[in-house]
């Protein structure tokens, strides 16, 4: 066939997108893990170049969202197509929300001395090991288009969930006694907060595959 048919036009358009969506994805997913690295290393010079590298993950978004209008405008596409364009810049616009509480962490770690936080560390490792897994695997579930892998990685924000609420409990030592003035606690809790927003923004992702399957919102309630 023809390169230069309309149908293998739209074909490597579509593919085009997806690319830049699992691009974004596979950015934000470095951005989690070394802000993550910086946060514990109290690693500033890291941390400065993971606020800066959100440039490029802002630009990947705005790339997306102009690739999902030019098809639309320009082939017109109908139904599960439509869905899957459309919730393309959802999808993007929430792994670029992640991308954020990267840059969060980042900031953070560059401000927070690392001796305030160390002694618990591990409530944020065991979180951020849940999160990037669920963020690694749901971006494979939209690589392959797997509706069920998706909502496997739906349900297990509900470990994220968990682990915040224990990390919570296990903390208070923090202002109760070593950490009189709360600093620990403080930098810790924001932390673990951004970790469980992207835990929530991953679930988002798995909840737009849904949709462009079925063309229904998933039913499941958290």
Not at 72 to 84: G, I, N, S
Request: with cysteine; glycine share 4%; charged share 30%.
């Amino acid at each position: 066939m023809d390169m230069h048919h309309p149908l293998k036009v739209y074909e490597a358009e579509l593919a085009e997108l997806q690319d830049l969506v699992l691009e974004l994805g596979y950015l934000s997913l470095d951005q989690i893990n070394r802000a993550l690295k910086a946060f514990a290393d109290n690693d500033a010079e890291e941390a400065e170049k993971i606020i800066e590298r959100d440039n490029d993950v802002n630009d990947l978004e705005r790339k997306v969202d102009r690739t999902s209008l030019m098809i639309v405008t320009k082939m017109e596409p109908k139904a599960a197509d439509l869905r899957y364009i459309l919730s393309c810049s959802k999808i993007a616009s929430d792994l670029e929300r992640i991308a954020d509480y990267a840059k969060s962490i980042a900031n953070k770690g560059k401000r927070t001395a690392a001796e305030e936080h160390k002694p618990h560390m591990a409530y944020v490792q065991h979180m951020g090991q849940e999160v990037t897994a669920m963020l690694a695997q749901i971006l494979a579930a939209f690589k392959e288009f797997n509706v069920e892998k998706a909502l496997e990685v739906w349900h297990s924000d509900s470990n994220v969930d968990a682990l915040f609420k224990e990390a919570l409990i296990g903390m208070k030592d923090c202002v109760e006694g070593e950490d009189p003035d709360g600093k620990g606690f403080i930098s810790l809790l924001f932390t673990m907060r951004c970790l469980e927003r992207c835990g929530d923004h991953i679930t988002n992702v798995a909840e737009h595959i849904y949709f462009i399957k079925y063309a229904e919102y998933y039913p499941g309630k958290k």
